[in-house]
């Protein structure tokens, strides 16, 4: 079974720096999907960006990027500029490409970002 | 609609009461989730429906849980005789896929959730 490990429960970060979170995962699969998604106290759950395990650049969306690293398994998420907005829980996830209902959490970080 | 709507955002229960949330999917999505999430803590799968076919239901936690989506759109968990330990964020989501292919159609949107405290 996939299993999805954050091993920082609490991260915080100033204004503007730059932070990184961790996550590794535990499979046999050798093509699957990554997400990082954001959880505001608004509780909805955004998707920040995703990464196909079969492509080998890391992707990017704006002030967001990966460290896709497959060997390792690992798969971390770097926020450039930070803003008082990305303030939430980050939660990294696995999903298996041919059982749709096969995606899998981890247990999330809770980032602050300091005004 | 443009996104997923869940209703109640909140509902309080007195233990042994059953209760019902709806979950509103994006319109023309196929693929619908319900997740349990509780306090600090990631999303766990409950189940999943492919339009109205209920495909797997391996995560819900007792017989007290039952979900139906009767016409391939909108979804309702119900739990009955609730207890201390089903309180928790019910998160609904779906997807414009039915299953393998491009990424895109496997990412899911989610509702804002429904949270339940039963005392």
């Known amino acids: 079974a996939q299993t999805v490990t954050q091993s920082q429960p609490e991260m915080s970060v100033q204004e503007a720096e730059t932070v990184t979170l961790s996550c590794t995962y535990d499979t046999s699969e050798n093509n699957y999907y990554l997400f990082w998604y954001k959880q505001p106290p608004s509780r909805q759950m955004i998707l920040v960006i995703r990464q196909e395990a079969y492509k080998q650049q890391n992707a990017t969306e704006n002030r967001f990027s990966v460290n896709f690293q497959k060997a390792a398994k690992s798969f971390s998420l770097k926020i450039s500029d930070s803003q008082l907005g990305d303030t939430a829980m980050y939660f990294c996830?696995?999903?298996?490409?041919?059982?749709?209902?096969?995606?899998?959490f981890g247990a999330g970080t809770r980032l602050t970002v300091k005004p | 609609g443009a996104g997923v709507s869940q209703s109640p955002r909140y509902k309080v229960a007195k233990r042994g009461q059953d209760v019902a949330l709806r979950c509103d999917p994006i319109?023309?999505?196929?693929?619908l989730f319900w997740y349990q999430q509780a306090l600090g803590q990631g999303p766990e799968f409950l189940t999943y429906?492919?339009?109205?076919?209920?495909?797997?239901k391996s995560g819900l936690p007792s017989d007290r849980f039952f979900a139906e989506r009767p016409e391939g759109s909108v979804s309702t968990l119900k739990i009955q005789r609730t207890q201390q330990e089903d309180s928790a964020v019910y998160l609904c989501a779906s997807s414009l896929s039915s299953g393998s292919g491009k990424s895109r159609a496997n990412v899911l949107t989610f509702g804002a959730g429904s949270r339940l405290t039963v005392l």
């Open positions: 996830a696995f999903k298996a490409p041919y059982n749709n209902n096969d995606m899998r």
């Open positions: 429906f492919q339009n109205e076919a209920q495909l797997d």
């Open positions: 319109s023309g999505h196929v693929s």
